[in-house]
């Protein structure tokens, strides 16, 4: 009898259909980030109850958009792009664990569906989504430049609603591209029990970060930024804008290689 293979599903003899594949992953792409304040209260409701508020500046968040170009250790995405190239945009807040603060995703929307299974299994609550960017070229006049006085624009949707609008102008470069979604993440991981009444079968608090960081020169910006609900997606009503802190405009390169288990609730033994 074969033995199945693949990191993802579905499982076949070779492992060639899974829809991601087995860990290292390598991303390359450009981060634009708004970052705002809302009330404390809001970022609270979001937070597990073994979760705090980040003490210094709790009200804080990023909304980041990505243009992602992403692939495993063979590489092989990277000749057939449909398989490398998406975009993304996500929502950050802070938050404490045992006394230390972390930077934990609420909210995150993608265009594909490799990037959505890598992310449940990372602890993202990722959805389909479709999302815009405004692009930086260096040639040609169909492109903002990375100088002073650029204009680029972001925008996310999904099920046909627009749920985010962001017009960000470049000012000059920075020391730092934000300050909401600069420590490890600490995400939670769950799945429902098959049968009804029995809670997850799955309940994890895990913590990780990217590795091999190579970042370009972070620029800072001024943003205005609408949020929107639909029927289907919440985002003004759980974070609603009190005030604009800034925005930021990086390229940067990561490698994801795993994360660390900080606390099974589905097997507290462990």
Known sequence: ????????????PSGKSAIAPEMPWFYSGNLLTVEFRTDPKSVQALLPEEISLAEDDPGAVALIWADWQSCSQSKEELLDPLRSQYLEAFVVIRCQYQGKTYSRCVAIWVTKDFSLARGWFQGYPKKIGSIGLTRIFNHGKATPRLEPGAQLGASIAAYDHRLATARVTLREPSQ?????????????????????????SLDQLITMSGVDADLGQPWAGDAELELLDSPWDELASILPIKKMIGAYYREVGVTFNGGKLVLDKSNPKI
């Open 1 to 12: 009898m074969s033995s199945l293979h693949g990191f993802f599903p579905p499982r076949t």
């Open 176 to 200: 730092t591209d934000g300050f909401v979604n600069g420590h490890p993440m600490l995400h939670s991981r769950w799945v429902p029990s098959i049968t009804p009444g029995l809670g997850n």
